[in-house]
């Protein structure tokens, strides 16, 4: 949960009445949020041991304050003050005004920028009037953004500028480091792409966001009409285009790899600051040009409606409301409704609560507004028995009988690289099969994976200062692309070993699978007499695979009458790994694998 930082004083002027510490908790509480902490009570605490001043305290109180991940209107003062005078029914939803200027600021969107940053989105802020405490909080608010929303600037990038320094039109581009040279923010001297990178690396807050670009042949740049660099996302703005208190229009622009949340980062912005334009609300559209021709205009703040059923609110809170009643609980969420048609509401969604997707997140609202604490302490009205999965009970049946079988168990992660999981075991993607992470964290993350080798495998390499032999074992989850599926993947669970030691160990492996199947009473038949039974059984057959050493390899079926129909399935294999997978692993010994999908035993 985001902790946001508020000025006391200046909060409860804005709400009109002093709380005590204990009244904002109960405040706070009621409303969904949670009071952190009251400084100027650690402050009182503080000084009553005999020092004048708290270590790393502000000079004014400060209200620390946990924020809902998913309330991104929440992340500032404005957004706090706004939110609590609602519910407190001192203020009303505002609504937000578009301008139509007679020439509208506009950002031209090059077809470079599709290898890198796609999207860009933007607004401005006219006739702004910013004190300290304020310019402080805008800062702040893109720093809370940037961190959350914005997945450390991964996903979107912030800039802002003051629009009375620089010209429309903007051109949002791609082009070599070494074509982009200005003054970053802040510095005297210009610095190209390159040199940037190499300057920003000691710097302990920018620093962290260089590799999201370094790598890259173009970078993204920003520049006004007259080819001055506005920004160069998601790193540095400017220093010519830089706000300060004295700023009054301020240009905004966002870019992004995701432009959902571009649009919902930049409607955040305006909507919080909008209130200290000298006409409080109102929002001047940028016009973006798209390299297909096409023309949009953000911010994009028009309201958008849900349908809930009262009944249903009724239920799933275990409260008896009237239609008018939960209007009016809604009112004080920031959620205006009307009745649509008996019992169904017509739920207004402003443009800054984005959290607002079904009709469960209005229920939550309801309960919220209701009180946790008057809801009705209730039995069930039925009673049932828990009892594990069928699949989570067989894992639990192979686990056990892998340890006592003298195996040790590993939990590795679900996450790899795409080498790991194809190239390095000797085998090929065939497109449309791993489930692929659009913005992996790093190389080693790149696929959910398909196989538990490679888990087996990376811990057999971090582990080789062990005595031999190493006997290894994992049953957990792979997962795949199916598009029949509602989510498009779906998880198998298999179960897998490898047994590293100076000898090949294949008859232990061999051993290890009978002993499995013993222990689920199904039998081993020849793979030359599968066709003329009915099951249940399995069987092995010598088979050619890359992954294992030619000749030392077989494939496992098994048939069971009723489920797999009346053939046998294919459902894992094992044999001695290719020295050239053990190399990929840095793995100095010989191994034997074994991996089968336990799911067709339930």
């Known amino acids: 949960m985001p902790t946001v930082n508020v000025d006391k004083e200046e909060l409860y002027a804005i709400l009109g009445k002093e709380y005590t510490t204990d009244e904002f908790r109960e405040l706070c509480f009621e409303f969904g949020i949670e009071l952190e902490e009251d400084t100027s009570v650690k402050e009182m605490m503080t000084k009553e041991r005999g020092s004048d001043k708290a270590e790393g305290l502000s000079d004014r109180p400060l209200l620390k304050i946990d924020i809902p991940a998913n309330r991104y209107d929440l992340l500032c003062i404005e957004g706090i003050s706004r939110a609590l005078n609602i519910f407190l029914g001192k203020a009303e939803v505002p609504t937000y005004k578009m301008t139509s200027p007679s020439s509208l600021i506009q950002i031209v969107n090059h077809s470079s920028t599709g290898q890198i940053r796609p999207f860009v989105v933007g607004a401005v802020l006219r006739n702004i009037t910013f004190t300290q405490s304020r310019y402080e909080s805008f800062i702040d608010l893109q720093d809370k953004l940037h961190n959350n ?5 991964t996903l979107v990038a912030i800039g802002t500028h003051d629009l009375d320094t620089i010209q429309s039109p903007f051109n949002y581009e791609a082009l070599p480091p070494k074509d982009i040279v200005f003054t970053p923010l802040n510095q005297k001297k210009e610095l190209d792409g390159k040199a940037l990178m190499e300057f920003y690396e000691a710097d302990r807050h920018i ?8 790598d890259s042949p173009v970078y993204p740049v920003i520049f006004d009409a007259q080819r001055r660099v506005c920004s160069l996302p998601p790193i540095i703005n400017g220093d010519h285009s830089k706000i300060s208190v004295n700023t009054r229009n301020v240009f ?65 809170a275990g409260v008896q409301l009237t239609s008018a009643q939960v209007i009016g609980h809604l009112a004080r969420m920031s959620l205006p409704a009307t009745e649509k048609t008996p019992g169904v509401l017509e739920v207004v969604i402003p443009a800054t609560r984005s959290d607002v997707l079904h009709a469960c997140d209005v229920m939550e609202d309801v309960a919220i507004a209701y009180g946790f604490n008057n809801l009705a302490k209730t039995l069930p009205q039925s009673s049932t028995v828990g009892a594990p999965l069928p699949i989570n009970k067989l894992t639990d049946f192979m686990r056990r009988e892998l340890a006592l079988g003298g195996w040790d168990e590993v939990l590795s992660l679900i ?17 449309a099969y791993a489930v692929q992470l659009a913005n992996p964290k790093t190389a080693e993350y790149q696929v959910v994976r398909t196989s538990l080798l490679p888990g087996l ?8 200062k062990y005595a031999l032999p190493l006997k290894l074992f994992e049953v957990q989850d792979v997962a795949f692309i ?16 490898v047994y590293v030691n100076k000898t090949s160990g294949f008859e232990i492996v061999h051993g290890l699978l009978d ?21 249940p059984f399995y069987a092995i057959n010598a088979i050619n695979n890359e992954t294992y050493f030619p000749g030392r390899a077989a494939s496992i079926y098994y048939c069971c009458p009723g489920k797999s129909g009346s053939s046998a399935e294919l459902i894992g294999s094992f044999g001695i790994l290719h020295p050239d997978v053990l190399k990929n692993f840095d793995i100095d010994y010989v191994a034997t694998a074994l991996e089968f999908n336990l799911e067709p035993f339930l």
């Open 457 to 464: 495998l990376k811990t057999v390499a971090q582990n080789r």
């Open 252 to 316: 905004i622009e966002c870019t992004a790899t995701d432009l959902t949340k571009a649009k919902t980062v930049v409607n955040i912005i305006v909507a919080m600051f909008s209130q200290y334009c000298d006409e409080p609300f109102t929002i001047e559209p940028v016009e973006i040009v798209n390299a297909d021709g096409t023309r949009e205009r953000y911010p994009q703040m028009e309201p958008r409606t849900l349908d809930a059923k009262v009944d249903y609110i009724n239920s799933a």
């Open 415 to 431: 996450l790899c690289s795409h080498d790991e999981n194809f190239a390095h075991l000797h085998r090929k993607d065939p497109g």
């Open 515 to 535: 002993r499995l199947m013993a222990m689920l009473n199904v039998p081993l038949v020849s793979h030359s007499a599968m066709s003329t039974l009915s099951g």
């Open 482 to 497: 199916d598009e029949s599926m509602e989510r498009r993947s779906r998880n198998q669970r298999n179960v897998a070993s």
């Open 149 to 153: 929303l914005c997945r450390k600037r």
């Open 207 to 214: 620093s962290k966001f260089l590799p999201i670009i370094r």
